[in-house]
């Protein structure tokens, strides 16, 4: 008697099947496609005891078999959480839940720090990870990036690690959400800017959704330098507010911020020089007091703070230093899926800089992209589906220098190298202002491959 679906053969749908399975539920899963790898995923679950379906669209057909005795669905945060399919679900009466909200069931026993965020999320959780586990304390990091947070559970539940003091999650606002009972022990809220428009709708909604986590957090802790999320001040009661800006402004003075003399303070004392911290950019000192703050409130001293900073070497994918071609240094940027991060990574750039970019568009506010290639780029490569509709947008917005159109990245590499030898570029970055799902699994694959392809390149040059 199946009593729960799991609707997808993603890394969050195989985490939550297995630890459904492993906790005793009656679980079957669904996909709507079939092809060697799914069945190689599917042959896998079966061999465990759960039942496996594919090419099982998402229709109220596909759970026929189930349905007399159907409780509860899960789904992957690819699913829109109003889809029409999961609005007949509810209304006979069945739970619907994210992978996200599966994981807090069996983990909330454990203290979460909850990360959100337009950008910055993903150094952030890495950053704090890293320095509580400098200072002694196992805080494994999970959630939208690395393990699934299902996959952390089923390896505790096995015994398979040992029960940590702190989990530090990254929350996308499709895995909140599709799991708002979750209560984090602190949330971390980076930034807001426009973003997955095309899936909520509007940015109040969006805004929304992201807000509830903060709600919910027994400490919330927040990026006073961020536009929107400074507009919101007025409206929290408490909280910790951080702020690169010794003037403090707006008349709100923050919790924590950065001195004139450039060291990070408190209220009360100064903690460390902010240069502990070595990856560059305005924004990851920002990124920096957000964990510090946390790194406090968990009962961390400035020196243990400190010495984590000081020990980082910063997160795949985000402003990834890859070495030198030529004179020309080279960065991967691959996290950056839309316009806002592909302007923070721009802006943290020594010019003349050749920009790769492309793959699938985004909705959003392109503005400040802009004014960033005509202050660093030299040259800006593009690839990939979305190539044609940048080519006009930077066209339309009177961008001076030389704009190339590739079919792939190891096209769009082999150009970009071309124009850093011929400008005498300083920097070569990949920072797509996209998603990557039209040429590749995700913004990891994509910048594997780019480091594969620079490193062939390194290779041949030595």
């Not at 997808?8 to 079957?28: D, E, K, N």
């Not at 570029?425 to 039209?438: E, G, V, Y």
Request: glycine share 10%; proline share 5%.
């Amino acid at each position: 008697m199946i009593q729960t679906v799991v609707v997808g053969l993603g890394r969050s749908g195989l985490g939550a099947a297995r630890l459904l399975h492993a906790s005793g539920h009656s679980v079957a899963v669904i996909d709507s496609g079939q092809n060697e790898l799914l069945e190689n995923k599917a042959e896998a679950l079966r061999g465990q005891g759960i039942e496996v379906r594919l090419n099982s669209p998402l229709t109220m057909e596909s759970f026929r078999p189930w349905l007399d005795d159907l409780q509860r669905v899960v789904i992957s945060p690819g699913i829109p959480w109003n889809h029409p399919t999961i609005e007949q679900l509810r209304q006979h009466a069945v739970a619907v839940d994210g992978e996200m909200a599966v994981a807090w069931d069996a983990l909330k026993h454990i203290p979460w720090v909850g990360i959100t965020g337009t950008n910055g999320k993903t150094t952030v959780t890495h950053l704090l990870s890293h320095v509580l586990d400098q200072a002694g304390l196992a805080a494994p990091m999970g959630g939208n990036m690395g393990v699934s947070a299902a996959d952390m559970a089923l390896s505790l539940q096995q015994g398979s690690t040992p029960s940590p003091d702190w989990l530090v999650m990254e929350l996308s606002s499709y895995q909140i959400e599709a799991a708002d009972r979750i209560r984090t022990r602190i949330g971390i809220w980076t930034t807001l800017t426009p973003d997955h428009l095309e899936r909520h709708g509007s940015v109040d909604a969006y805004r929304a959704i992201k807000r509830g986590l903060l709600e919910r957090s027994d400490h919330a802790i927040f990026n006073a330098d961020d536009p929107d999320l400074r507009q919101q001040r007025q409206s929290w009661t408490g909280g910790t507010w951080v702020s690169t800006d010794p003037t403090q402004p707006d008349g709100h003075p923050a919790d924590l911020w950065i001195d004139a003399e450039g060291w990070v303070r408190d209220r009360t004392e100064r903690l460390f020089p902010a240069e502990a911290l070595a990856m560059p950019g305005d924004h990851n000192r920002q990124n920096m007091l957000l964990v510090t703050a946390a790194a406090r409130q968990i009962g961390l001293s400035p020196a243990s703070i400190e010495a984590g900073l000081r020990s980082f070497r910063g997160v795949p994918h985000r402003l990834e230093p890859l070495g030198c071609i030529g004179g020309t240094q080279v960065f991967n940027d691959s996290k950056a899926t839309n316009y806002d991060a592909a302007a923070v990574g721009l802006r943290a750039m020594q010019g003349p800089v050749v920009v790769l970019a492309g793959g699938s568009t985004k909705q959003g506010d392109a503005s400040d992209w802009l004014r960033e290639l005509h202050r660093k780029a030299c040259a800006v490569v593009l690839f990939g589906a979305g190539a044609a509709e940048l080519k006009e947008l930077i066209t339309t917005a009177n961008f001076p220098g030389p704009l190339t159109l590739c079919e792939d990245l190891p096209a769009a590499v082999d150009q970009a190298l071309q124009s850093a030898d011929g400008l005498g570029a300083s920097s070569l970055l990949l920072s797509p202002a996209c998603a990557s799902f039209d040429q590749y699994r995700d913004f990891e694959a994509r910048g594997d491959h780019f480091k594969q392809l620079i490193q062939q390149v390194q290779s041949g040059a030595n």
